[in-house]
């Protein structure tokens, strides 16, 4: 039994390498460089590895870096420089950063005042949970952890507080309701600010690379306030009529969060200190810009400032496994994707496709290819496998529409975060969510995709609004 799953383990391994064999063999399309072929295949492999998941994502990355020197497809240099790059540095640090509210308990501290302010109602109690993920989201660059760390603890114990629990049946009282809001608010927030989703700087950098583009941290969080704020005011309410919660007063929600304040007690020294620290850097992140502070110098002194006031230490730094995971596969997948454009296989593949939508406006064009965009991630079980495989792409081919450069970039930018709505597999957090058992995949796949429509609608319309006023079309 033991040999057999042995076996099966190594099945996905091989489906990898199989992968990136056909296309390494295949022959070199007409302009296309030999080494920026081969580079395609060692990246599509790395990608179906990180779907398959044969080995962690930091060693798939390593192996791909690997295969990348040892073929010479490009230099030892190129193929480390990814780890040089600024902004991979800014989602790392931030990872540091997020980890200070959840030693202070500081996190959890403000989404149980929310509650205690707003949880009269289970609709008005939904709402204080979104707004505790929008408070956190610009500090906390891992959706998973944000959710799965922060507010899905505090869903599920209300939920056994009312007496809806999956085991006996009762997960339509209140847990189911509350537990879907909060993994597509989830969703919502993480649009909403650069270092809210770990992948949103890989976006950056492709826009950069792809469409000479540059989004700042404040001009990202400017382009999404509007249709983010929209979407975290609507898409509750549709939840709340498609998919009702039983129980629709919850007076006892805000007797409960103030018991567990009480028990927090008075802000602890530690949380004061997170609390300026927080304030210095968000500032920063707004109007560093203006004195020549960029974003990933403002976290860098951020930073500092949790290390000197005795906030973080350097064992919590080390112990920090998310972030140097992601320094290893995010270095990868920039320095693949900064190549693969820069040898010519972006642009070729932009000038194949272009023709496809070569018939329609470039409205109609950024449409019909943002929609193919969002609804593939059927297929993808990790957003950053699909925001590597098919954002830069994608972006290309509606600059050759005609579209304008800022506006598809943000756009694609909003989907790359939104399309984790559709199912229970396709981003961090709906594993989490999905598992507590409390709503079954047929009716997460369907509120799942209404949801989806809803906030596609308004990231077209109000979004499309909004940035035409600021000036991208």
């Avoid at 991630?377 to 792409?393: L, N, V």
Wanted: with cysteine; hydrophobic share 55%.
């Amino acid at each position: 039994m033991k040999e057999a799953k042995s076996a099966v383990k190594w099945i996905p391994f091989f489906i990898t390498l199989a992968v990136g064999v056909a296309i390494w063999i295949c022959p070199v399309p007409s302009g296309v460089e030999e080494n920026a072929w081969h580079l395609f295949a060692i990246f599509v492999a790395t990608i179906i590895g990180f779907i398959t998941k044969p080995l962690p994502m930091g060693a798939i990355s390593f192996i791909a870096m690997a295969m990348i020197a040892i073929t010479n497809t490009l230099t030892i240099e190129e193929t480390l420089s990814g780890f040089g790059n600024s902004t991979i540095w800014l989602i790392v640090i931030a990872f540091f950063i997020s980890r200070g509210f959840i030693k202070t308990g500081l996190g959890e501290r403000i989404a149980y005042i929310f509650v205690r302010l707003f949880g009269k109602k289970t609709l008005s109690l939904s709402y204080s949970l979104l707004a505790s993920d929008l408070i956190l989201a610009p500090a906390i660059p891992s959706n998973t952890a944000r959710a799965g760390g922060v507010i899905f603890p505090i869903i599920q114990s209300l939920s056994h507080t009312f007496g809806s629990k999956p085991e006996d049946g009762t997960e339509r009282k209140m847990g189911a309701f509350l537990l879907k809001v909060g993994f597509q608010g989830n969703l919502i927030t993480s649009a909403m600010f650069m270092t809210a989703m770990a992948a949103n700087p890989l976006i950056v950098k492709l826009a950069s690379d792809t469409a000479g583009v540059t989004i700042t941290w404040f001009g990202w969080a400017v382009a999404m306030i509007v249709p983010g704020l929209t979407a975290l005011i609507v898409v509750p309410y549709v939840i709340y009529k498609i998919y009702p919660p039983q129980i629709k007063e919850t007076p006892e929600a805000a007797a409960i969060a103030k018991k567990k304040l009480d028990e927090f007690g008075p802000l602890k020294s530690s949380e004061k200190r997170m609390v300026v620290v927080f304030i210095v850097v968000l500032s920063l992140w707004i109007g560093g810009d203006y004195f020549g502070i960029s974003a990933t110098t403002s976290a860098l002194i951020g930073l500092s400032l949790l290390l000197l006031l005795n906030v973080l230490t350097w064992a919590d730094i080390k112990k920090e496994e998310g972030a140097w995971d992601t320094l290893v596969w995010f270095a990868t997948l920039f320095m693949m994707a900064s190549y693969m454009n820069k040898l010519g296989l972006i642009p070729w593949f932009s000038n194949e496709v272009g023709g496809l939508v070569s018939g329609y406006s470039w409205i109609w064009a950024v449409l019909i290819l943002a929609l193919v965009y969002f609804y593939s991630h059927y297929f993808f079980a990790s957003s950053t496998a699909h925001i590597s495989a098919m954002y830069a792409a994608f972006l290309s081919v509606m600059l050759q529409a005609g579209a304008p450069a800022m506006l598809a970039a943000i756009l694609l930018a909003a989907f790359s975060n939104l399309f984790g709505a559709t199912t229970h597999y396709g981003s961090g957090p709906a594993p989490v969510f999905f598992g507590a058992g409390y709503i079954d995949q047929k009716k997460w796949w369907t509120v799942g995709f209404v949801v989806s429509i809803v906030t596609i609608l308004i990231f077209v319309i109000v979004g499309g609004l909004w940035w035409k006023l600021l000036g991208y079309w």
